[in-house]
């Protein structure tokens, strides 16, 4: 298995982690499985609903509220998920995958990840660090749940975003530290 | 006759490849169990180790979400869809935070 994605898609999902740091940013990946190659042809940003804390607590309860927030959690609504995955299938489209930032942290999965995930699909994360979008990964849990495996992820066409941000701080692109 | 479940996409290599496996139940909750004793690979995507149905799995009654209806006591008609929805969360390890 692998995920392949235009530049274009990489430069959204950048954009997005440097937009709603330092909360986590989230959003689905459209596409379609081209023999074992999930194959991204649209990119969705949605609404982190740990923003809103009295719905997301009644979606999805925390186990320690008094350390846990946008900044460290994201969550999206089942009804955003279904609103989506129609709009997708009226296209030939299916969800392949989604998408979340780590502010500050790598990016890689934490167990709260691997906990609330499903098998097949790519989650992609990427680390924002002190507002700057820097290096990404893709992960695919494992049958058994235990663990994530890495996953190969092939960037195609364009060049990378020189603008990754309509904001200041973020003019120029970061080698990933 | 029976009741048709809407299998997500991840989870279609558990069933087969269908799209939609059709059983025959009364209750939400006897359509999931029977859903996952004929498809056994199935179920510790949607239920914990304690047999409790993931947090961030939903499970929807035609166009209602079952927690605003009678849960999974919700009984069931023939033709009605059982759709499998996950809320997907996600963040960083506490103990990361923790500084």
Redesign the interface.
């Known amino acids: 298995m692998g995920l392949k994605l235009d530049q274009k898609h990489l430069d959204a999902i950048r954009r997005h982690g440097a937009k709603d740091y330092p909360a ?1 940013c ?1 959003g689905v990946l459209l596409g379609l499985d081209a023999e074992g190659v999930k194959r991204v042809r649209d990119v969705v940003p949605l609404k982190n609903l740990r923003h809103d804390r009295m719905r997301a607590e009644a ?3 925390l186990g ?1 509220p008094e ?2 927030s946008e900044r ?7 009804a955003e ?2 609103r989506v995955e129609e709009a997708a299938r009226s296209r030939g489209l ?2 392949v995958g ?1 998408y ?1 930032s ?1 502010p500050d ?1 790598p990016a890689r ?5 691997r906990e ?6 790519s ?1 992609v994360i990427i680390r924002v660090q002190a507002g700057e979008p820097c290096e990404h990964s893709s992960w695919v849990l494992a ?3 235990l663990s994530f495996r890495s996953e190969e992820v092939e960037v195609v066409g364009g060049e990378p975003g020189e603008k990754i941000s309509t904001d200041a701080r973020s003019q120029r692109r970061h080698p990933s530290r | 006759m029976g009741v048709k479940v809407i299998i ?4 279609r ?1 558990y069933v087969g490849k269908q799209d939609a496996v059709t059983i025959n139940a009364s209750t939400v909750a006897e359509a999931l169990s029977g859903l996952t004793v004929q498809y056994e ?1 199935l179920r ?2 949607l239920y914990t180790d304690e047999g409790k149905l993931r ?2 799995v ?1 499970i ?1 009654l035609n166009d209602e ?1 079952i927690r605003y209806l009678q849960k999974d006591q919700t009984p069931l008609k023939d033709d009605d869809i059982i ?1 499998i ?10 103990r ?3 500084r």
Request: aromatic share 12%.
């Open positions: 986590e989230c979606l999805l309860p320690a350390r846990e460290n959690r994201f969550l999206i609504d089942r998920i279904r299916d969800i989604y979340h780590h942290h999965p934490s167990d709260y990840d609330h995930a499903w098998p097949w699909l989650y049958d058994d749940r | 997500p996409t991840p989870l290599q690979a510790k995507h947090s961030f939903n929807y979400d759709s929805v996950p809320s997907i969360a996600g963040g960083l390890n506490l990361c935070i923790c």
